[in-house]
C-alpha cells in the first residue's frame, strides 16, 4: 500500500502562485508515475499534470505554461508549481501515485483562487 499526504492549497487571488506538495510512504518501491488531477464542482476529475520516473512529462492544455511538475524521488515527493492563477482553476486537487497497475490517490486538497 502507498499512502499519499497532499499539502499546499488554499486560497489566493487571481495570477497569484500556490505550491503543491505530496509525499508518498509505505511500499513506494516500484511507483512509476506520480502526478496531479483536479476536481471542479459539478465536473469529472481531470489530470493536470503527471511525471514519470523517466522524468517525462504530461499537462492538461489548460495549465502548459503556467503550471510546473517536478519529483524528488529521494523523497518520493511530487510537487506542483502553479503560477498565474485563474478562477477556472478553483478546484480540488489530489495527489496520484501509480505503482505497478495500482492507482492511489490522496485525500485531496483544496484551492480556490478569487477573481
Known amino acids: 500500500q502507498v499512502q499519499l499526504v497532499e499539502s499546499g492549497g488554499g486560497l489566493v487571488q487571481a495570477g497569484e502562485s500556490l505550491r503543491l506538495s505530496c509525499a508518498a510512504s509505505?511500499?513506494?518501491?516500484?511507483?512509476?508515475?506520480m502526478g496531479w488531477y483536479r476536481q471542479a464542482p459539478g465536473k469529472q476529475r481531470e489530470l493536470v499534470a503527471r511525471?514519470?520516473?523517466?522524468?517525462?512529462?504530461n499537462y492538461a492544455d489548460s495549465v502548459k505554461g503556467r503550471f510546473t511538475i517536478s519529483r524528488d524521488n529521494a523523497k518520493n515527493t511530487v510537487y506542483l508549481q502553479m503560477n498565474s492563477l485563474k478562477p477556472e482553476d478553483t478546484a480540488v486537487y489530489y495527489c496520484?501515485?501509480?505503482?505497478?497497475?495500482?492507482?492511489?490517490w490522496g485525500q485531496g486538497t483544496p484551492v480556490t483562487v478569487s477573481s
Open positions: 511525471m514519470s520516473n523517466g522524468g517525462s512529462t
Open positions: 509505505g511500499t513506494v518501491f516500484g511507483i512509476n508515475a
Open positions: 496520484h501515485v501509480r505503482r505497478i497497475l495500482n492507482d492511489y
